[in-house]
């Protein structure tokens, strides 16, 4: 049996149902890495953020090598990697738009990881490398974790999260992104292989 205290209740939900659910999911957005992240690739699918290497002019070609380590803590520069295309992803756990495009870097990573002219250098930001790798660990991701060891070029990276970068066999500079991206599409996986294919 309805009582009037009900009744008042189901005429608010009524009422005000739209707005209260639209306040919790954007209360949700705000307090959850995870719920951004899941937001910012339902946006992805659209294609809109399709990552694109655009021809540059010559002079925006420029070689700006650094210095990074590997989880055991070998230290290598990128200098070494000459005659490679290097994908390079400046990350931290806590980025809603890095996990975002967490799965689509893995995807082009499964797609060239094996490939002898293809490098990936994955620099995790977080303040302490061990929530990084649990991260992955715990997304099931694979891509290679690694750390700056050294300075660096603001042509390189500015501070933003994501940052992403592409240098040509040459070491020069093919390709900068800063923010999220779609790295899996066919277009991109496309552009990567004539990359590999310059001499």
């Known amino acids: 049996m309805s009582t009037p205290e009900s009744n008042k209740f189901i005429s608010f939900l009524r009422e005000h149902g739209f707005s209260l659910v639209l306040g919790l999911v954007i209360v949700l957005l705000i307090v959850s890495p995870d719920a951004k992240a899941w937001a910012l690739r339902q946006i992805m699918k659209t294609g809109i953020f399709n990552a694109k290497i655009e021809e540059q002019a010559s002079d925006l070609k420029q070689i700006h090598d650094f210095s990074y380590s590997d989880e055991q803590g070998n230290v290598f520069s ?4 000459r005659g490679k295309v290097v994908f390079i992803n400046f990350w ?3 980025c809603p738009p890095c996990r ?32 990084g790798k649990n991260y992955l660990q715990n997304e099931g991701l ?3 974790i690694h750390r700056l060891n050294g300075p660096l070029s603001h042509e390189i990276y500015t501070g933003s999260l994501p940052t992403t970068l592409i240098f040509a066999k040459d070491g020069s500079i093919r390709f900068k ?5 779609n790295y899996a599409s066919s277009n991109f996986m496309e552009q990567i292989e004539s990359l590999i294919k310059k001499d």
Request: aromatic share 12%.
């Open 78 to 81: 990128t200098e070494r990697l």
């Open 92 to 94: 931290a756990s806590w």
């Open 100 to 131: 975002a495009e967490f799965p689509s870097i893995q995807t082009l990573y499964e797609r060239f990881k094996d490939h002898p002219q293809v490098e990936f250098i994955m620099i995790n930001q977080d303040d302490d490398v061990a929530v």
């Open 142 to 144: 694979t891509v290679p």
């Open 177 to 181: 992104h800063e923010g999220f991206a």
